[in-house]
């Protein structure tokens, strides 16, 4: 299909394009110019559309779907410590019919609000992942799953520096052939040797780190290592939260990753503050944003944004640029992934988001990017595409 006379945010730069015309074939974008000629295209007339990339929620926990705001005033540890956490209780004690039923209800919500990739830390092993994939069964969004093994170690195994069991390596060799990579939950539930375990992985690596001052206090209490150091020892691709990281710290994760996935609103939801993107950015971190549990959140990439941006202004007392704010859901997140997407250009796939340049909420549209981060939501959108295929809505 060729569309034409559209808007679009162009490249790692989100350039706006006030109006061109895009050849989409094959489930990338082939071409993008003016001067486009139809062959045996289908032309769409876009005229009063925006073209978007499509979100990509680099961080969820779409399993505890079916606990929505359950022990909403609980501390962090009560809800979702992955060894005593109610999240866990919920996990295990659930019926898998009904676990697969709303983790299918989160990931269409999700691609009716734009986000066409997301990134899921998935419980429970090989049976977790392949619940998972049977509740997306039929859902035209793009997953990456990333496994974890339900083994987390002892205070006293971590000081003795115990190391993973042969039978558990095995699991994880099986684990990782059926899904994208793993989804640590943390350097405090495993030693040192478990953690260079991990780093001989090839696939994606994510942990969480220094989601909380009680996490961050805990590592240094046991190990006298802050928490994001022992992270890094698992060679992760990315870490996640970072939240109450030092300057230090971002510096090195800066230099030994492709990133930082943030979750602003979760850390609020859970009384631990937001991160402080300001120091991250000038510790040159490559910053995406993820939604965090369902649990605790809605996955939802506009309030996310529209969120991030106004607390971090309110709390620093500084304009920060939108424009980096939706590079966040968008271009940074595909760098952490190293896919072709997140992005409108040449040869990446074609997954984006069709606003309505006349709609209620964002007309007359003065800042672009303004009025992306903090105006548009679900009603903005007049159609989601992912792969070249229109999945939602029409235009």
Not at 212 to 230: A, D, H, M, Q
Not at 324 to 329: D, S
Request: charged letters at 25%; glycine letters at 6%; proline letters at 3%.
């Amino acid at each position: 299909m060729i569309l034409k006379n559209i808007s679009l945010l162009y490249g790692h730069e989100l350039k706006l394009i006030n109006s061109t015309s895009v050849q989409v074939s094959d489930s990338k974008f082939k071409k993008i110019n003016s001067r486009i000629t139809r062959g045996h295209d289908d032309v769409i007339d876009c005229t009063n559309l925006l073209l978007i990339p499509g979100f990509i929620n680099a961080h969820t926990h779409i399993g505890d779907s079916i606990a929505k705001d359950l022990a909403i005033d609980a501390d962090v540890d009560s809800k979702i410590h992955p060894m005593i956490g109610l999240k866990q209780k919920i996990l295990r004690e659930t019926p898998d019919k009904e676990l697969v039923r709303f983790m299918r209800k989160s990931a269409q919500s999700m691609l009716k609000k734009g986000i066409t990739t997301f990134v899921d830390f998935r419980e429970g092993g090989i049976d977790g992942i392949n619940l998972l994939k049977k509740a997306l069964k039929g859902i035209p969004i793009n997953s990456v799953i990333l496994g974890r093994l339900e083994y987390y170690q002892t205070k006293k195994q971590i000081k003795q520096n115990t190391s993973m069991p042969d039978f558990l390596k095995t699991e994880l060799d099986l684990l990782l052939k059926n899904c994208d990579g793993v989804g640590i939950s943390g350097a405090n539930e495993n030693s040192d040797n478990n953690l260079h375990e991990f780093s001989k992985i090839k696939k994606i690596i994510g942990i969480h780190s220094a989601e909380t001052l009680n996490s961050y206090s805990v590592s240094k209490k046991i190990t006298k290592k802050t928490e994001p150091r022992r992270a890094l020892l698992a060679n992760p691709t990315f870490l996640v939260h970072m939240t109450h990281a030092s300057k230090s710290d971002l510096l090195s994760s800066a230099r030994k990753t492709r990133g930082i996935v943030i979750c602003p609103r979760a850390n609020a939801s859970l009384a631990e503050g937001i991160p402080d993107i300001e120091l991250m950015l000038n510790m040159k971190c490559n910053l995406a944003i993820g939604t965090d549990n369902v649990m605790i959140n809605s996955p939802d990439m506009f309030r996310e944004m529209d969120y991030l941006w106004k607390a971090t202004m309110g709390i620093k007392k500084k304009r920060v640029d939108p424009k980096q704010i939706l590079k966040m859901a968008t271009v940074n997140p595909a760098k952490i992934l190293n896919r072709k997407i997140g992005c409108i250009k040449e040869d990446y796939f074609a997954d984006c988001l069709f606003i309505d340049k006349k709609s209620i909420d964002l007309e007359p549209l003065h800042n672009i990017y303004a009025s992306i981060v903090h105006r548009a939501s679900q009603e903005s959108i007049k159609a989601v595409m992912s792969r070249g295929e229109i999945v939602h809505g029409k235009i």
